[in-house]
């Protein structure tokens, strides 16, 4: 897949990956919805759901590190900056002749898959689900994955 239909692709899931509404009650559901996305791909990750500028959830599987946890903020900020995925942010950076932190004159934020906003169906962008500990397309994948599952499961109910 080029990096054209990735953008494209990932500015999709933006689109229909939203909350009708988004209250405290999902945030505990969300964040086990990711523990077993990363059980399920027999993976280790450390995991941040941020509603507006506060961490509500926080966990790191067996195997990570303080590293993650400070990988998460970087994510986290490009995220609470350009309101898009920092996932997003990275592939549109693959298409520029700069970095990141050149074109926007940044020292300590990198745009890396992982980071998704909690968007609501107007628009609104509440917070962020993060996670690391994979390659970058490796932690949005998984983040996606679950917002999916979780979103589904939601519906049913």
């Given at each position: 897949m080029s990096i054209e239909d990735l953008i494209q692709q990932?500015?999709?899931e933006e689109?229909?990956?939203r909350f009708k509404r988004f209250t405290h009650d999902d945030i505990f559901p969300l964040g086990l919805t990711l523990i077993?996305?990363?059980?399920k791909n027999n993976v280790s990750i450390a995991i941040d759901i941020t509603v507006n500028g506060t961490s509500m959830f926080h966990y790191k599987m067996p195997g990570t590190t303080r590293i993650n946890g400070e990988w998460i903020e970087?994510?986290?900020r490009v995220v609470d900056y350009h309101l898009h995925s920092s996932y997003f942010m990275q592939l549109r950076t693959a298409c520029s002749e700069m970095t990141y932190n050149e074109e926007?004159?940044?020292d300590s934020s990198f745009a890396f898959g992982?980071?998704?906003p909690i968007i609501l169906d107007g628009g609104l962008i509440v917070g962020m689900i993060t996670i690391s500990g994979l390659t970058p397309e490796e932690d949005h994948t998984i983040v996606v994955n679950a917002l999916r599952t979780y979103l589904n499961e939601r519906e049913v109910l």
């Open positions: 990932t500015q999709q689109h229909t990956l077993q996305e990363a059980q970087r994510k986290k926007h004159r940044l992982g980071s998704f």
